[in-house]
């Protein structure tokens, strides 16, 4: 799905919004809600009031990792490159991207490989290019790295940046309230970064109302800003006790909303043809198309994305082109902030109860 719509590049979100004044914190962002081809306007702080008691969020508690290395190849001398380590293999190999720093603090695209080649990285580790990910593809490559990634990310990493932010931010502003630290210290490359503006106030008041909140895991790799490719294979978890929760809200007629497209894909993998959610855990390659639909969500809060990302074709799935196309439309027009610091995008079915707008004057 393409939107035939233009984001001007003013629109990118470029630092957290607890930066952007005096006084503010991570929930100061505006909330776009869509029933159907309805919008609202709201600030995220409303929430609350747009769920009811026996309604489902589902979060991820994936922890991000400080995924970026420099390091340096041998090409005519020795090139200074990055490192974005995006996810690790069931043989130990990790998923990588090679990237060419731009000289502003933030990275350029540049093809991986060739196999064999070396990057040297911090403490004389060695990473070794073996294959590409896809066929046909020369972004990711699998490579063999000779020390524990962990424990190189948590001495020498730094989170992903990219070219529409304006600094360098703490890794603390790329953690959620619901991110918990993996056994194995594995985690995702970037942000799930939908539920960034949750604050524990905001939870506990969605909880005073009756919200239950579901968790899962789902360990997301790098984005593809530049070629907009759709998600490749990643590690997920639907506990139990999650699924349970989910299949008694369905049941009782609460509705199922998921805290990001990484929530979807996660419970989606669990969800069976029935709708039926089970306990589920591995490597998922589901991508969630209009033509596979949805089973087990009914809606999505999400922030957002480029018109020509593949995510946007999950998002139809959910709520269909027509609503997706006329949110778009009005986020641009009321210049909501896009990208990982930026505003969030509430979709619901059209039968789902219409809430009044404070039209575009949420503070």
């Known amino acids: 799905m393409t939107l035939a719509v233009r984001v001007p590049e003013e629109l990118a979100a470029r630092v957290p919004a607890e930066q952007r004044g005096p006084g503010l914190g991570r929930d100061a962002v505006r909330l776009l809600v869509s029933h159907g081809t309805d919008v609202s306007h709201h600030a995220f702080a409303d929430l609350p009031a747009l769920l009811r008691a026996g309604d489902v969020l589902i979060v991820n508690t994936s922890r ?33 991207e090679l990237r060419d720093p731009d000289g502003r603090g933030t990275t350029r695209a540049r093809a991986g490989g060739p196999a064999d080649s070396v990057v ?10 073996e294959e590409p990910l896809t066929t046909g593809s020369g972004r990711l490559w ?23 932010t ?19 210290g594995t985690g995702s490359a970037e942000m799930p970064s939908a539920a960034r503006p949750f604050t524990a106030g905001l939870v506990a008041r969605l909880v005073s109302r009756g919200v239950q909140f579901a968790p899962v895991t789902l360990h997301t790799g ?36 998921a805290v990001g497209t990484t929530a979807v894909r996660a419970v989606e993998s669990a969800a ?12 998922t390659e589901l991508v969630v198309t209009p033509e596979r639909g949805v089973r087990a969500v009914d809606g999505l809060l999400t922030g957002l994305h480029e018109p020509g990302a593949s995510h946007l074709l999950m998002l139809e799935a959910i709520a269909g082109r027509a609503a997706v196309g006329r949110g778009y439309t009005e986020a641009v027009r009321r210049l909501y902030l896009w990208h990982e610091f930026g505003d969030v995008h509430l979709l619901l079915p059209e039968e789902f109860a219409h809430v009044e ?5 949420c503070w």
């Open 166 to 184: 304006e600094r360098d931010q703490p890794l603390s502003a790329h953690q959620t309230v619901f991110a918990l630290p993996s056994a194995d």
């Open 120 to 129: 040297r990285l911090p403490e004389d580790v060695r990473l070794v290019f």
């Open 64 to 96: 991000t990792l400080a995924a970026a290395v420099d390091g340096t190849v041998k090409i005519a001398g020795h090139a200074r490159v990055v490192v974005h380590f995006s996810t690790r293999g069931d043989d130990g190999r990790w998923a990588v």
């Open 272 to 283: 069976g043809s029935d709708g039926v959610v089970r306990a589920a855990a591995g490597r």
């Open 142 to 164: 699998w490579a063999r790295v000779s020390a524990d990634v962990p424990s190189l990310l948590r001495r020498h990493g730094r989170p992903i940046r990219y070219s529409y």
């Open 222 to 257: 790098v984005a593809s800003p530049e070629a907009h490719e759709p998600p490749y294979p990643e590690l997920f978890e639907v506990p139990g006790t999650s699924a349970r929760l989910i299949n008694a809200a369905r049941a009782g007629g609460g509705r199922v909303i």
């Open 357 to 361: 707008s404070c039209d575009g004057n």
